[in-house]
Every structure is written in C-alpha cells, then in structure tokens.
C-alpha cells in the first residue's frame, strides 16, 4: 500500500487545460486557459506547483498571464488521495457562516497507478451560507498528449445499471486503510418526466432509492429529505451535491467522470449530521446493461 505521499506523487507533470466557472444550474460563465506543472524537488520529498491561467483583456484579443507558485511537502489536512493520484480536499468541517469549498481530481490513462495518466478531470464546488453557488470544471490532459475529450455528459449516457469496485479512506489516521467493497448504481426512466435512481452506501451498507427528474443538463433528486442536484458537465463530467446544505443532517458531495461510453469514475465526500468530513469513496464503474 502506498503512503499517502506517494499517491500525490502521481500527479506530477505538467497540464495543459482550462479552469471553466459554471453557475449551479450548470450555465458556462467563464473559460480560462491553464497550465499547471507539479515538479518533484528534493528527491520528491516536496513538489513546486506553478499555475499559470490566462485571463482576458478587455478591448483586446491577448491573454493576461496570472500565476500562482508554492512549494509543499504534505497533502493537506482535509485531503486524502488514493494510489491512481486521484483525491478529494476541502474542510474538514461544515459551518453555514463561512464558504465551503471541495475539490475533486480524477486521472485517467493507460497506466493511472504507474503515474502515467494522460488525463485529469478536477471540480471545485462552492458553497456560499451552506446554499450551492458556482462549479469550476478543470480539464487537463499532460503536455503533448492526443487524448480526445470527451462530449458534455447526457443523461441517456447514464441510464441503466452500473457495476464496480469502491475504495473508502477515512481521515484523522496516519496511514488510512483502504475499504474496498462492490459497487452498484443504477438510473431508469419510471414514466414521462420521472428516473429511479438507486446507489449503494458502503457507509451504511445499504442500497438507497430515490425518484429523480431531469431538467436540460440538470438532474435533480432528495436524499435524507435534502434536495440534491446532478449537474451534466463537458467531457463527461458530472457534478452532484446540496442545493443547499442544512445543519444537523449529513450529507454528500460527488464528482464523476465518463472516461469512455459505459465506464465511469466518481468520487463522493461525505459529511455527519454534526458537520465533520467522514470519508472519501473513489469509485471505477462499468455499466452492465
């Protein structure tokens, strides 16, 4: 099993992408350019991050450099990554009187656990007073990689039964011990308008059901009697949490990514009724009909 540090190490190299703000309800409001390298220094004892995103200029068609360089020997506290590099990271405690903030990262590639990935999907999910209020969708590929991307997700790309493998890291231990169990999803139209959806919890053991409806890229859906929506992104990708997050209830946050028709990556943050990060699952799916 690898240290925790050794599955950041997977993320090392330089990526070419785009940082793309997205209202809750999925709308594009902005798209800059970015390239981001994570270079090993010290015999990858740390790694020095440059991110340079390129930003408009008003009345002319040149872009405005911004950069933002650090140098960092730890993944952070709220942050747990798995050995294919992928992670979650954001607080480790919800309060509505402050922003809330999640990020996703998911690799893909030939070779993900060998620190090839060609590909990264990443999503950042903001909250403002526990209310949903803006996405940022990061798609990346590694310098000099073809690796197409893939079209905005659609809700007919999702339909049907999924099966996997899901690994769930618990935070607050020095060395996190993986818990693998099966995965099951599962999304079918019930009438005009109407979706069952169904998931299982490896947090509860349980497989939960719920009635969902599908609005443009948009799907929306209650769990513990919180209205939930999945927003239907580019390059396969997904986003799901609260419209709005309420004290004294627990709730999740997910990032998901169509690699290729009918195989699929999620990762899903999970929060107690008291407001304090339980767990992170990140899960490989194929569907099966």
């Known amino acids: 099993m690898k240290s925790q540090w050794d599955c950041v190490l997977q993320n090392l190299g330089e990526w070419q992408g785009s940082f793309t703000h997205f209202s809750a309800q999925g709308e594009m409001l902005q798209d800059i350019p970015s390239v981001i390298s994570l270079e090993g220094i010290h015999q990858n004892q740390a790694i020095h991050l440059v991110l340079k995103r390129f930003y408009p200029i008003p009345g002319s068609a040149e872009l405005q450099p911004k950069e933002l360089v650090m140098d960092f020997s730890a993944p952070g506290s709220g942050a747990l990554f798995f050995e294919n590099g992928a992670f979650s990271e954001g607080k480790a405690h919800f309060s509505p009187h402050s922003p809330f903030i999640a990020e996703f990262c998911l690799l893909d590639g030939e070779d993900q656990i060998q620190g090839k990935a060609e590909r990264r999907s990443r999503l950042v999910q903001f909250f403002n007073a526990g209310r949903q209020h803006q996405l940022t969708l990061i798609r990346e590929k590694r310098t000099g990689s073809v690796a197409p991307e893939q079209p905005r997700l659609k809700l007919e790309d999702l339909l049907g039964e999924w099966q996997g493998k899901a690994v769930t890291l618990h935070p607050h231990v020095s060395l ?47 769990w513990y009697e919180q209205p939930y929506r999945t927003v239907l992104l580019p390059d396969g990708a997904s986003s799901t949490c609260p419209m709005q997050i309420h004290a004294q209830q627990p709730f999740f946050l997910e990032a998901g990514w169509l690699q290729s028709p009918g195989v699929r990556q999620r990762l899903i943050r999970r929060y107690n009724s008291e407001g304090n990060w339980s767990s992170v699952t990140w899960i490989q799916e194929y569907r099966v009909n």
């Open 176 to 222: 996190p011990e993986p818990k693998i169990s099966d995965a099951f999803f599962s999304l079918d139209r019930v009438s005009e308008g109407e979706l069952l959806q169904q998931f299982y919890s490896p947090e509860d053991d349980a497989i939960h059901s719920a009635i969902a409806t599908c609005q443009d890229t948009t799907i929306s859906f209650s």
